[in-house]
């Protein structure tokens, strides 16, 4: 292994065997969400099919589900190949996106302004829509503060859309590093930095619990007294992975001796985190969620969202950040083992499946150079390619926790998500678009 703390050695992995066919499924799948009238048709069978029409809806301002993720897609797609046009395809996904901004839209990563604004980022690269990212920033950074002033105002536990990486602070901070760093960037990052420090405080992590009233009804008999989130999309671990890039990002400048508290933050999330491993069949996993007095719920499938492969993956990052091997070293073991299992995810999508497990495994062979990470990614690859149909209307289908089939063309959870992975597997180096994930 290279490393085990310190600043990741440069990548020389060379390109899976299967990167040429990667490429051209990416590609194919790429040119259906770029047809207007099969985009079309997908946005309604999603409406139609999906378990969960409240947020699995198409909204074109979102990063999640609209035309925001697509112009992300097709930032990608032109850095691959700059003479294709996939830069005139994302300008006008992005047009829509703008569009479809209201007055009142939430500033959150994955559905709101900090998604256009990262979208427009990764675009435009640092010369192109400088206008619109100035005017994007005139919405967004002088709303964060009232935001964090609202947390820091709420007594007892903080519901989780306030701070998680989908709709809340996290997210907004993910959005703010993926992109070039100015002083209204940075003096924003620090204002969110504070508010995710306080909310690490205190034995247990009080402020993180989910109360009773605030879970699911069909959720309720698993977790009648609520629970503590062990996901990244919405829990402790998205937090973890959001100081320790805070930390470990030279860009920001002076984040760590401004907030003193980050790194005594950071380690008391990463300790919680480490408390909550379990071991299943002899390999360390972690559950979706924590109960009160109950200790772990059930294990979660290996995903980004939830599961070992997210999970581990921020407490990597936060032994980095706080120079700790342990850490580093647990990350590693549970994720081998995680790559050792012969249970894949059902879906290929980024969020929950095949695609967000390729692209951690990937990171973690970058990192590390261990050879079973560069085997384990080669198998997962192969397995995202052999479920390629293109008799299916986007050449995938999203499987929904739930067990629906949906027609998903969404980046989250659905195509576009599926091209990112499959291009990134191609590259020997960190994706762009990888710290929206909070992965690198």
Same mark, same amino acid.
């Given at each position: 292994?290279?490393?085990?703390?310190?600043?990741?050695?440069?990548?020389?992995?060379?390109?899976?065997?299967?990167?040429?066919?990667?490429?051209?499924?990416?590609?194919?799948?790429?040119?259906?969400?770029?047809?207007?009238?099969?985009?079309?048709?997908?946005?309604?069978?999603?409406?139609?099919?999906?378990?969960?029409?409240?947020?699995?809806?198409?909204?074109?301002?979102?990063?999640? *589900?609209?035309?925001?993720?697509?112009?992300?897609?097709?930032?990608?797609?032109?850095?691959?190949?700059?003479?294709?046009?996939?830069?005139?395809?994302?300008?006008?996904?992005?047009?829509?996106?703008?569009? @479809?901004?209201?007055?009142?839209?939430?500033?959150?990563?994955?559905?709101? %302004?900090?998604?256009?604004?990262?979208?427009?980022?990764?675009?435009?690269?640092?010369?192109?829509?400088?206008?619109?990212?100035?005017?994007?920033?005139?919405?967004?950074?002088?709303?964060?503060?009232?935001?964090?002033?609202?947390?820091?105002?709420?007594?007892?536990?903080?519901?989780?859309?306030?701070?998680?990486?989908?709709?809340?602070?996290?997210?907004?901070?993910?959005?703010?590093?993926?992109?070039?760093?100015?002083?209204?960037?940075?003096?924003?990052?620090?204002?969110?930095?504070?508010?995710?420090?306080?909310?690490?405080?205190?034995?247990?992590?009080?402020?993180?619990?989910?109360?009773?009233?605030?879970?699911?009804?069909?959720?309720?008999?698993?977790?009648?007294?609520?629970?503590?989130?062990?996901?990244?999309?919405?829990?402790?671990?998205?937090?973890?992975?959001?100081?320790?890039?805070?930390?470990?990002?030279?860009?920001? @400048?002076?984040?760590?001796?401004?907030?003193? @508290?980050?790194?005594?933050?950071?380690?008391?999330?990463?300790?919680?985190?480490?408390?909550?491993?379990?071991?299943?069949?002899?390999?360390?996993?972690?559950?979706?969620?924590?109960?009160?007095?109950?200790?772990?719920?059930?294990?979660?499938?290996?995903?980004?969202?939830?599961?070992?492969?997210?999970?581990?993956?921020?407490?990597?990052?936060?032994?980095?950040?706080?120079?700790?091997?342990?850490?580093?070293?647990?990350?590693?073991?549970?994720?081998?083992?995680?790559?050792?299992?012969?249970?894949?995810?059902?879906?290929?999508?980024?969020?929950?499946? %095949?695609? @967000?497990?390729?692209?951690?495994?990937?990171?973690?062979?970058?990192?590390?150079?261990?050879?079973?990470?560069?085997?384990?990614?080669?198998?997962?690859?192969?397995?995202?390619?052999?479920?390629?149909?293109?008799?299916?209307?986007?050449?995938?289908?999203?499987?929904?926790?739930?067990?629906?089939?949906?027609?998903?063309?969404?980046?989250?959870?659905?195509?576009?998500?599926?091209?990112?992975? %499959?291009?990134?597997?191609?590259?020997?180096?960190?994706?762009?678009?990888?710290?929206?994930?909070? *992965?690198?």
């Amino acid at each position: 292994m290279r490393l085990l703390s310190g600043d990741p050695v440069p990548a020389t992995s060379p390109a899976p065997a299967d990167a040429g066919r990667a490429r051209s499924v990416a590609m194919a799948v790429a040119a259906r969400l770029a047809d207007r009238d099969r985009l079309a048709d997908a946005v309604t069978s999603t409406a139609a099919t999906t378990a969960y029409p409240e947020s699995t809806r198409w909204r074109p301002s979102t990063l999640a *589900l609209g035309d925001a993720g697509l112009a992300l897609c097709c930032a990608e797609l032109h850095a691959h190949n700059p003479d294709a046009g996939w830069d005139r395809v994302g300008h006008r996904f992005l047009g829509t996106a703008v569009a @479809g901004l209201t007055d009142d839209a939430p500033l959150g990563l994955f559905g709101g %302004l900090s998604g256009v604004a990262a979208a427009a980022g990764q675009l435009g690269g640092a010369q192109r829509y400088r206008r619109l990212r100035a005017q994007l920033d005139d919405r967004l950074l002088p709303a964060l503060r009232p935001a964090a002033e609202r947390i820091d105002s709420t007594d007892g536990a903080v519901p989780a859309a306030a701070y998680d990486v989908i709709s809340g602070l996290a997210g907004c901070a993910a959005g703010l590093l993926a992109r070039p760093a100015d002083p209204g960037v940075r003096a924003a990052l620090v204002e969110v930095a504070g508010v995710l420090v306080r909310l690490l405080d205190g034995d247990g992590l009080p402020r993180l619990a989910t109360p009773p009233e605030h879970v699911l009804a069909e959720q309720r008999a698993e977790a009648p007294d609520g629970w503590t989130d062990c996901g990244v999309a919405h829990g402790v671990p998205g937090l973890v992975a959001t100081l320790a890039l805070l930390a470990l990002d030279r860009r920001v @400048g002076p984040t760590v001796t401004e907030l003193p @508290g980050l790194l005594p933050a950071l380690r008391r999330g990463a300790a919680w985190v480490v408390g909550q491993a379990v071991t299943v069949d002899g390999r360390t996993e972690w559950p979706r969620v924590v109960l009160p007095g109950a200790g772990a719920g059930r294990p979660a499938p290996p995903g980004w969202c939830y599961g070992t492969p997210g999970v581990a993956r921020a407490l990597w990052l936060a032994g980095r950040a706080l120079d700790e091997p342990c850490h580093q070293r647990l990350a590693v073991d549970a994720m081998l083992a995680a790559c050792r299992s012969d249970a894949l995810p059902r879906s290929p999508a980024l969020c929950h499946g %095949l695609a @967000g497990l390729l692209t951690i495994t990937r990171l973690f062979w970058l990192d590390t150079g261990e050879p079973a990470f560069g085997r384990a990614a080669g198998r997962v690859l192969t397995e995202l390619l052999d479920r390629y149909d293109p008799d299916l209307p986007l050449s995938y289908r999203d499987v929904e926790p739930a067990g629906s089939l949906v027609d998903n063309p969404g980046l989250l959870s659905g195509a576009a998500g599926i091209v990112l992975a %499959l291009l990134a597997a191609t590259r020997p180096d960190v994706p762009a678009w990888a710290r929206l994930f909070l *992965l690198a």
